[in-house]
C-alpha cells in the first residue's frame, strides 16, 4: 500500500498488517487484531483510530531493528 487510504481498503479484510502506514479508520467488527509498523516509532500515530482500546489491535513497531 502506497498510502493510509489504501491501508484502510484492505484492513477490513486483514487480520495482520505489515506497513509503513496506519489505516485512517478502523471499522466496528473488523477482523484487524495486529498493525506491525515497518518504522520503529509510532509516538506520532497516538491520536490514530488503531488505538483506540475498543479496537482490540495490538500495534508494535520496528523499534530496536536497525541496532548492531
Sequence with gaps: CKSSAEVSAVSG???????????ETVEHGSKLRWVQMTSPGVDNKLSNPVFDPSNSVTVTSAAGCGCG
Design 13 to 23: 479484510n486483514a487480520e495482520i498488517l505489515y506497513t509503513l502506514w496506519f489505516p
